[in-house]
């Protein structure tokens, strides 16, 4: 089959369409044809080397994904040939990402894929849903406690924003001049453009989707922090401990995910698509910073 493959780390120019061998289909797995998958910032990281992982050459970059089973284990009772599915598989755990004509991965990491978006667009939900889901499971949140999330359009924030509306808290946010406008119609109270504008020690929590560690002034005294950035954390300090998020593969709260979207409760917006020819160019237009809404390849 074909994916995008790179044999060291390095530039976007590294990452070169490429044949790698089918992978063998386990008593768990399924076999996804690929019609989408999402560009994200570890899939970045991972190719430049920044996470400083012990990768198994050639390597194919790819969390996010979306497709049809082709392909069943023996034990597989969850899905059947045919179905349309989403998934996050870390990329790091697994043989081979996403970037590439099909996917094998355990059956249990997949969800059914929204009933209400077009399937290639289903790809930019898992990766940032269930960061943002799994993120907020941190925080101990009483009934209208107001949230301050930074990084608020992008695509973890976004949908943090989205949940913590649902559940009745005020949020506002941090992001940019241009974002603003689309939050606002989110429901999100007031828009903050600079980091060093945040009021001091008025929100319950802070929700760190962009790596701004200065935020946490705005936290109350003895309120919560939690980031998932790499970027270093900022100390505690008034009864804060500032704690970090890493995402975990789940294809149960996956599914919640993506019954959501089906329902119309949750947006996830998608931006350009390009065919897996292009992964280079996309990761550098990625890079480049300014994009909104997922970046999609397509076999």
């Known amino acids: ?9 390095g ?27 999402a560009v994200n910032p570890v899939d970045v990281k991972t190719r430049s080397g920044f996470l400083n992982l012990n990768l198994t050459y050639p390597a194919v970059p790819g969390w996010d994904v979306s497709g049809v089973v082709t392909e069943t284990g023996g034990e597989v009772t969850r899905f059947t040939v045919g179905d349309q599915v989403i998934g996050m598989v870390a990329q790091p755990a697994h043989r081979y990402g996403t970037y590439a004509e099909q996917v094998v991965a355990d059956a249990r990491l997949f969800a059914r894929a929204p009933g209400t978006v077009p399937l290639e667009e289903a790809a930019a939900l898992p990766l940032g849903g269930l960061t943002a889901v799994q993120t907020l499971a941190k925080l101990t949140l009483p009934p209208g406690a107001p949230v301050l999330v930074t990084g608020a359009a992008g695509a973890v924030g976004r949908i943090a924003v989205q949940l913590l509306l649902a559940d009745g808290h005020p949020v506002d946010a941090l992001a ?40 946490i002034r705005t936290v109350a005294d003895g309120g919560q922090f939690v980031a998932i950035d790499d970027n270093e954390q900022p100390a505690p300090e008034r009864g804060i401990t500032p704690r ?56």
């Open 1 to 9: 089959m074909k994916a995008v493959v790179f044999h060291r780390t």
């Open 11 to 37: 530039d976007p120019d590294v990452l070169a369409l490429d044949e790698v061998p089918e992978l063998p289909v386990g008593r768990q797995d399924i076999r996804v044809t690929v019609t989408a998958a």
């Open 176 to 215: 940019r001049t241009g974002d603003t406008d689309a939050l606002l119609a989110l429901g999100v109270g007031t828009v903050h453009t600079r980091p060093e504008d945040l009021p001091t020690a008025t929100h319950t929590a802070v929700v760190d989707t962009a790596g701004v560690a200065a935020a």
């Open 244 to 299: 970090k998020s890493y995402v975990e593969q789940d294809g149960d709260q996956l599914q919640t995910l993506s019954d959501l979207v089906t329902a119309g409760r949750l947006t996830v917006p998608t931006g350009r698509r390009s065919p897996l020819a292009d992964a280079a160019q996309a990761h550098r237009d990625f890079a480049a910073g300014g994009l909104r809404g997922k970046v999609l390849l397509q076999p």
